[in-house]
């Protein structure tokens, strides 16, 4: 079983960037499709990106599109997310998953049924 260890969180301004990343023991991503999710304060748990292994397409929430970008390392022990010009409402804390078979290519992919594990998560709050 894959464990994943989230780190890269912090307090950043409006306009700022930041990289998160997600450490794999006991496994490496590979063969898997990855994801990350956020959860903001009272809000529910939405999709950020996930990464298609068979095809390597990626896929972003709307509000992630041209400013996040997931990626992984050539040894797929790690995986990553760029963000790049962070706005207020981006504050949350982002955990990243290893989703089942096939997970990124469902629509509501974050949903915990597609979801084999996932990390604690790393705090990002974005000021104003």
């Known amino acids: 079983e894959v464990q994943l260890v989230e780190s890269g969180g912090g307090l950043v301004q409006t306009g700022g960037t930041l990289r998160l990343s997600c450490a794999a023991s006991g496994s490496t991503f590979d063969g898997y499709d990855i994801g990350w999710f956020r959860r903001a304060p009272g809000k529910e748990r939405d999709g950020v990106s996930c990464?298609?292994?068979?095809?390597?397409?990626?896929h972003y929430g709307d509000f992630a599109k041209g400013r996040f970008t997931i990626s992984t390392d050539g040894a797929k022990s790690t995986a990553y997310l760029q963000m790049n010009s962070l706005k207020p409402e981006d504050t949350a804390v982002y955990s990243c998953?290893?989703?089942?078979?096939?997970?990124?290519?469902?629509?509501?992919?974050?949903?915990?049924?597609?979801?084999?594990?996932w990390g604690q998560g790393t705090l990002v709050t974005v000021s104003s």
């Open positions: 998953a290893v989703l089942t078979a096939g997970g990124c290519s469902r629509t509501s992919w974050w949903a915990y049924r597609y979801l084999e594990n």
């Open positions: 990464r298609d292994n068979s095809d390597g397409m990626t």
